[in-house]
């Protein structure tokens, strides 16, 4: 009986050992069908291993917040961001009715002394011919010598009325251009060509002498300032001209020529700052994008 029971089990382990045997590997590609051919990826563009990219901002030259040159009430706004202004354009208006009450007052007392003025020259001629009339008749022993000093002194003292209502008309023209600036600071112009970037007021806001109003930005020429390693103090050249991309513009392509660098190595960052123009027509570069200038066979 135990001699069976042995023979039976040798047999079933047997059995087991063929089935192990007679199965093969299966590879998870083999088990989920035929293996599909992988595409190959887009060569990369061909640059040079020593290529080297250096990065910055898109700039202008002029870019200013316009600021408020009095207190007053803005009445008018005449720019809205995104609007394009000529140089002296107005932006906004303030509150100028004070004012030009102030000077057209000013201008009426200017009219009105210059009036006084011609009466006193056409005075003074008067009493001048008078006295130069005593001459004679003194000469001609016709009249006192008291008659020849009083046309004088009365010439005289009229010559000096001249003079003080020319004073008084030089003070009256200076109020004058006084309260013309003053109205002139109620016009908030551009002070450059450019494009209205921001605007910081409304209708009706009371402003303090130097709150910003507007900001306003040139749109050319674009410039671009970067940095790069002290190891390039001895390549770059001004007027020399790079390749620029950017990558918010990933597809245009441009030139850009170096305007200035600096002539030391900055000793805590061993870069070199360096600032280059923008060549031919911007297309649509605009100020605060990136810029990426490539130079071929770094050092």
């Not at 103090?233 to 390749?243: D, M, V, Y």
Request: charged residues 25%; neutral net charge.
């Amino acid at each position: 009986m135990r001699k069976n029971l042995a023979a039976a089990l040798v047999a079933l382990l047997a059995l087991a050992v063929t089935a192990c045997n007679k199965a093969e590997p299966t590879s998870a590609g083999a088990a989920s069908g035929p293996v599909q051919p992988v595409q190959a990826a887009a060569p990369p563009l061909p640059t040079s291993s020593r290529d080297f990219v250096a990065s910055g901002p898109l700039i202008v030259e002029n870019q200013l917040d316009v600021a408020a040159q009095r207190e007053g009430i803005v009445t008018k706004i005449m720019a809205e961001p995104g609007t394009a202004v000529k140089r002296d354009q107005i932006l906004g208006m303030l509150d100028d009715r004070q004012i030009a009450t102030d000077l057209e007052a000013a201008r009426a007392k200017t009219r009105s002394t210059e009036a006084d003025l011609k009466n006193w020259e056409a005075e003074t001629r008067v009493l001048q011919a008078d006295y130069e009339r005593a001459q004679k008749m003194w000469d001609a022993q016709l009249i006192t010598k008291e008659q020849l000093d009083h046309a004088k002194y009365k010439a005289e003292s009229d010559q000096w009325d001249v003079k003080r209502v020319q004073e008084m008309l030089k003070n009256n023209q200076a109020a004058e251009r006084s309260l013309e600036l003053e109205l002139e600071k109620t016009r908030i112009r551009a002070p450059f060509a450019g494009v209205v970037a921001r605007r910081y007021v409304r209708v009706g806001q009371k402003v303090a002498t130097g709150d910003r109003l507007f900001w306003v930005t040139a749109t050319a020429p674009l410039q671009v300032k970067f940095t790069l390693p002290g190891s390039f103090g001895n390549r770059i050249k001004k007027g020399a001209e790079l390749q620029m991309t950017s990558p918010d513009l990933p597809s245009d392509r441009h030139k850009v020529r170096i305007l200035e660098f600096s002539p030391v190595v900055d000793p805590s960052s061993d870069t070199i700052e360096v600032l280059a123009e923008v060549l031919g027509p911007p297309g649509e570069l605009r100020p605060g994008m990136t810029a990426n200038v490539r130079f071929e066979n770094a050092p």
